[in-house]
C-alpha cells in the first residue's frame, strides 16, 4: 500500500463556477505529486469525517479541486475563505494508466466527472497521445472546465440534457471519435451507457460513500469481476470489463 | 524523566496501552507504509470469520454528529487467509502485540475458526468478537445474552491455550452480568465496547442511508457510555479489561484507564486520521508530565468513588 501523507494546505481561492459548483485551489509545502483520477480526503470543519474529491489539476505546489454543493458538508466548505487552513489525506487511490492508450484516447465526461478528465487530458497530451473529450452536463449552467479544456488545445463536444448548449441527449447521443482506449468518469447510469456503446477497452471511475479513503476501513467494498474491491484504494479507478452493471 | 508507557495484558508486555481497534485498521499491513507500526502497543486485525465473506452493500458508512455509522458487516477473507497471509505479512515488519478478532455465526464455527486461529504463532491474543450488529443471526446475538456469552466463551477456551478476550457489546440492559458469565466460563481479558446499534434516514429519498438500514455508531458521541460501562465492568470483574469506544485522545486513554482500563482500543479516529494512534501515543508522556504521572500502569482504576 503506497504511503499516505496528511498536509495541511492553505486556500488560495474558492470561488463558484456555476451555480452549485465551487472551484477550490489549495497550496501547501509537502504536496505529494497526483496520477489523474486520484483523489484526497478534504477536512471539512465541523464535519466528523473527511470529504473524499478527486484532483482537477495540480500545478507547481497547489491543487484544484472542483466540487458540488450536495449536502452540509460541501456547503460549509464552499463557506471557508481565502487564507484558512484545510488538512488533507493524499495522494490516494488508484488513477488513470496513461500507458493503456497506444495513440488516440477518447475521455467522456459527466457532470463534475469532467473534472479529474482534465488532469488526465494533461497527462495523455504530454505522453503524445491524441485526445478528444465528450463532456454532458444536465443544463448549460452547469457547463465547467470549457475553456481549460481549450487553453490545452482540446475542442470538447459538449452535451446537454435539456438541448441548451451543444448536442441534445447524453454523451452517448453524440457523436464519438474512433479511439484505441476510452477513460470515462460521470453519474452511473452514464458510464454504464458509454461502457455498454464503446465495444473498445476502457476505464472508469467509480463513486462510493467512503470512511477511510485509504483501504483499511472497508466501508467502500464492491463486488468486480476481480473479486471484493475497495473503490478507494483498489480503485477508484476500474477497467471496463471488472464492473459488474 | 522518561516515562513509563508500558503496560501488561493477559500477562503479555506492552511497550504501550494504544491499540488500533478491529475494524478500523485493516489487517495492519493497510498502514505500514503510511508510518512504523511498532510504536504501537498492539493490533487488533479486522473481524474474521472461518469462512470469507463480502459484507453488506455499500452504503456501508453513514456520518453522524461526532461519529459515524458503519455497517461494513465483517468482510474478511477468512481464518485460513488471516493465519497463513495476513499475520504472517504482519508479523515480519511488526513486534507488538498482535490481536485475532474472531467472529461467527454458529457456536461450532466459532470454536473452528478460534481453533485456526490458536495454531497461528504470529497471533498474541484471540479477541471473541460475539458484538458484531451488522450480521444477521450471529455476532452479537452472542453477545446479548449471559447464557450465550457464557456458552461460546468456554467452547472457544477448550480449543486455546491463548490469552482469550472476549469483546462485548454494549446493546444490553447490563454489561455488567454478562462480563461476568463471560470471566466465569474462562476469558482471560475483557474488550468493551463495540458500536452502539444507530440508524439514520435520507430525509430527501425517505430511505434508511445505509443499505443494512442498521450500523453501529462510533466515535466521540459514544465514549461517556463507554467510559461508564468500562469502570462498571472493572470495578466488577478480576481480569484486565481493554477500553474501546470513543477514544481519540491522550487524554481520552488516560480516562480510560483510570476508569479501569489496562489498555485502550481507539477506532473511528483512525477513519479520519490514519495517523491517530502514533499521534495519541506521542502525546502521552507531555500529558502524563502535566498530571505527574511516572508509571502509566499506576493509573489503571484510580478513580476515586
Same mark, same amino acid.
Given at each position: 500500500m503506497p504511503s499516505i501523507n496528511k498536509i495541511r494546505l492553505e486556500i488560495l481561492s474558492n470561488l463558484p463556477v456555476t451555480p452549485n459548483c465551487y472551484r477550490l485551489e489549495l497550496a501547501g509545502e509537502g504536496l505529494p505529486a497526483f496520477s489523474p483520477g486520484q483523489f484526497v480526503q478534504l477536512e471539512v470543519p465541523s464535519k466528523y469525517l473527511r470529504r473524499p474529491i478527486s484532483v482537477c489539476d495540480c500545478l507547481d505546489g497547489r491543487i484544484v479541486l472542483i466540487y458540488k454543493t450536495v449536502g452540509e458538508g460541501t456547503k460549509i466548505l464552499s463557506q471557508l475563505v481565502p487564507g484558512q487552513a484545510l488538512e488533507v489525506l493524499a495522494p490516494l487511490g488508484h488513477g488513470f494508466d496513461v500507458e493503456l492508450c497506444r495513440h488516440s484516447a477518447l475521455l467522456l465526461g459527466g457532470g463534475l466527472g469532467s473534472a479529474p478528465l482534465y488532469l488526465l487530458s494533461k497527462a495523455l497530451l504530454t505522453a503524445g497521445?491524441?485526445?478528444n473529450?465528450?463532456? %454532458?452536463?444536465?443544463?448549460?449552467?452547469?457547463?465547467?472546465?470549457?475553456?481549460?479544456?481549450?487553453?490545452? %488545445?482540446?475542442?470538447?463536444?459538449?452535451?446537454?440534457?435539456? %438541448?441548451s448548449l451543444g448536442i441534445? %441527449?447524453?454523451?452517448?447521443d453524440a457523436p464519438l471519435p474512433a479511439c484505441d482506449f476510452f477513460y470515462t468518469c460521470g453519474?452511473?447510469?452514464?458510464?454504464?451507457?458509454?461502457?455498454?456503446?464503446l465495444e473498445g477497452p476502457g476505464q472508469l471511475s467509480m463513486e462510493e460513500r467512503m470512511g477511510c479513503g485509504a483501504g483499511y476501513c472497508y466501508g467502500c467494498s464492491i463486488k468486480t469481476a476481480a473479486g471484493a474491491a475497495r473503490v478507494c484504494a483498489d480503485g477508484p479507478v476500474f477497467r471496463k470489463e471488472d464492473i459488474l452493471w | 524523566m522518561v516515562k513509563d508507557l508500558s503496560v501488561e495484558f493477559c500477562g503479555i508486555r506492552l511497550k504501550n496501552p494504544v491499540i488500533p481497534a478491529s475494524g478500523t485498521f485493516g489487517f495492519g499491513m493497510e498502514l505500514a507504509d503510511s508510518f512504523d507500526l511498532n =510504536?504501537?502497543?498492539?493490533?487488533?486485525?479486522?473481524?474474521?470469520?472461518?469462512?470469507? $465473506?463480502?459484507? +453488506?452493500?455499500?452504503?456501508?458508512?453513514?456520518? /453522524?454528529?461526532a461519529g459515524l455509522l458503519n455497517a461494513v458487516g465483517l468482510q474478511n477473507p477468512g481464518v485460513h487467509a488471516l493465519v497463513g497471509e495476513k499475520v504472517p505479512a504482519l508479523r515480519a515488519v511488526y513486534g507488538g502485540c498482535i490481536i485475532a478478532n474472531i467472529s461467527g455465526f454458529a457456536m461450532e464455527e466459532y470454536r473452528e475458526a478460534c481453533r485456526v486461529a490458536d495454531g /497461528?504463532?504470529?497471533?498474541?491474543?484471540?479477541?471473541? +468478537?460475539?458484538?458484531c450488529p451488522n450480521v444477521h443471526g450471529g455476532g452479537m446475538a452472542f453477545g446479548t445474552s449471559a447464557a450465550a456469552a457464557a456458552e461460546v466463551t468456554a467452547a472457544v477456551r477448550a480449543v486455546t491455550g491463548k490469552p482469550l478476550v472476549v469483546k462485548l457489546s454494549p446493546n444490553v440492559s447490563d454489561i455488567v452480568a454478562i462480563a461476568r458469565a463471560c470471566e466465569d466460563a474462562g476469558a482471560d481479558g475483557l474488550c468493551l465496547v463495540n458500536t452502539f446499534l444507530g440508524m439514520r434516514i435520507d430525509i430527501k429519498t425517505r430511505r434508511p442511508v445505509l443499505a443494512n438500514r442498521t450500523g453501529g455508531l462510533s466515535g466521540p458521541a459514544i465514549f461517556p457510555i463507554a467510559l461508564r460501562m468500562v469502570n462498571q465492568v472493572a470495578s466488577a470483574c478480576r481480569v484486565p479489561v481493554m477500553g474501546c469506544g470513543g477514544v481519540s485522545t491522550a487524554s481520552n486513554v488516560i480516562e480510560m484507564m483510570m476508569a479501569g482500563a489496562s489498555a485502550v482500543q481507539v477506532g473511528s479516529e483512525n477513519l479520519?486520521?490514519?495517523?491517530? /494512534?502514533?499521534?495519541? =501515543?506521542?502525546?502521552?508522556?507531555?500529558?502524563?508530565?502535566?498530571?505527574?504521572?511516572?508509571?502509566?500502569?499506576?493509573?489503571?482504576? /484510580? =478513580? $476515586?468513588m
Amino acid at each position: 500500500m503506497p504511503s499516505i501523507n496528511k498536509i495541511r494546505l492553505e486556500i488560495l481561492s474558492n470561488l463558484p463556477v456555476t451555480p452549485n459548483c465551487y472551484r477550490l485551489e489549495l497550496a501547501g509545502e509537502g504536496l505529494p505529486a497526483f496520477s489523474p483520477g486520484q483523489f484526497v480526503q478534504l477536512e471539512v470543519p465541523s464535519k466528523y469525517l473527511r470529504r473524499p474529491i478527486s484532483v482537477c489539476d495540480c500545478l507547481d505546489g497547489r491543487i484544484v479541486l472542483i466540487y458540488k454543493t450536495v449536502g452540509e458538508g460541501t456547503k460549509i466548505l464552499s463557506q471557508l475563505v481565502p487564507g484558512q487552513a484545510l488538512e488533507v489525506l493524499a495522494p490516494l487511490g488508484h488513477g488513470f494508466d496513461v500507458e493503456l492508450c497506444r495513440h488516440s484516447a477518447l475521455l467522456l465526461g459527466g457532470g463534475l466527472g469532467s473534472a479529474p478528465l482534465y488532469l488526465l487530458s494533461k497527462a495523455l497530451l504530454t505522453a503524445g497521445r491524441q485526445v478528444n473529450v465528450v463532456l %454532458g452536463f444536465n443544463t448549460a449552467a452547469d457547463l465547467v472546465l470549457l475553456n481549460e479544456y481549450r487553453d490545452l %488545445g482540446i475542442e470538447p463536444v459538449v452535451v446537454t440534457l435539456d %438541448g441548451s448548449l451543444g448536442i441534445k %441527449g447524453v454523451v452517448t447521443d453524440a457523436p464519438l471519435p474512433a479511439c484505441d482506449f476510452f477513460y470515462t468518469c460521470g453519474p452511473l447510469p452514464m458510464m454504464r451507457a458509454v461502457c455498454h456503446k464503446l465495444e473498445g477497452p476502457g476505464q472508469l471511475s467509480m463513486e462510493e460513500r467512503m470512511g477511510c479513503g485509504a483501504g483499511y476501513c472497508y466501508g467502500c467494498s464492491i463486488k468486480t469481476a476481480a473479486g471484493a474491491a475497495r473503490v478507494c484504494a483498489d480503485g477508484p479507478v476500474f477497467r471496463k470489463e471488472d464492473i459488474l452493471w | 524523566m522518561v516515562k513509563d508507557l508500558s503496560v501488561e495484558f493477559c500477562g503479555i508486555r506492552l511497550k504501550n496501552p494504544v491499540i488500533p481497534a478491529s475494524g478500523t485498521f485493516g489487517f495492519g499491513m493497510e498502514l505500514a507504509d503510511s508510518f512504523d507500526l511498532n =510504536v504501537l502497543g498492539g493490533i487488533s486485525l479486522k473481524g474474521t470469520t472461518l469462512e470469507p $465473506r463480502f459484507g +453488506n452493500a455499500t452504503p456501508r458508512i453513514a456520518e /453522524c454528529e461526532a461519529g459515524l455509522l458503519n455497517a461494513v458487516g465483517l468482510q474478511n477473507p477468512g481464518v485460513h487467509a488471516l493465519v497463513g497471509e495476513k499475520v504472517p505479512a504482519l508479523r515480519a515488519v511488526y513486534g507488538g502485540c498482535i490481536i485475532a478478532n474472531i467472529s461467527g455465526f454458529a457456536m461450532e464455527e466459532y470454536r473452528e475458526a478460534c481453533r485456526v486461529a490458536d495454531g /497461528c504463532e504470529g497471533i498474541d491474543i484471540i479477541e471473541l +468478537n460475539i458484538s458484531c450488529p451488522n450480521v444477521h443471526g450471529g455476532g452479537m446475538a452472542f453477545g446479548t445474552s449471559a447464557a450465550a456469552a457464557a456458552e461460546v466463551t468456554a467452547a472457544v477456551r477448550a480449543v486455546t491455550g491463548k490469552p482469550l478476550v472476549v469483546k462485548l457489546s454494549p446493546n444490553v440492559s447490563d454489561i455488567v452480568a454478562i462480563a461476568r458469565a463471560c470471566e466465569d466460563a474462562g476469558a482471560d481479558g475483557l474488550c468493551l465496547v463495540n458500536t452502539f446499534l444507530g440508524m439514520r434516514i435520507d430525509i430527501k429519498t425517505r430511505r434508511p442511508v445505509l443499505a443494512n438500514r442498521t450500523g453501529g455508531l462510533s466515535g466521540p458521541a459514544i465514549f461517556p457510555i463507554a467510559l461508564r460501562m468500562v469502570n462498571q465492568v472493572a470495578s466488577a470483574c478480576r481480569v484486565p479489561v481493554m477500553g474501546c469506544g470513543g477514544v481519540s485522545t491522550a487524554s481520552n486513554v488516560i480516562e480510560m484507564m483510570m476508569a479501569g482500563a489496562s489498555a485502550v482500543q481507539v477506532g473511528s479516529e483512525n477513519l479520519r486520521n490514519p495517523f491517530a /494512534c502514533k499521534e495519541i =501515543v506521542a502525546d502521552l508522556p507531555g500529558l502524563m508530565e502535566q498530571l505527574g504521572i511516572e508509571k502509566l500502569s499506576d493509573i489503571i482504576g /484510580c =478513580v $476515586r468513588m
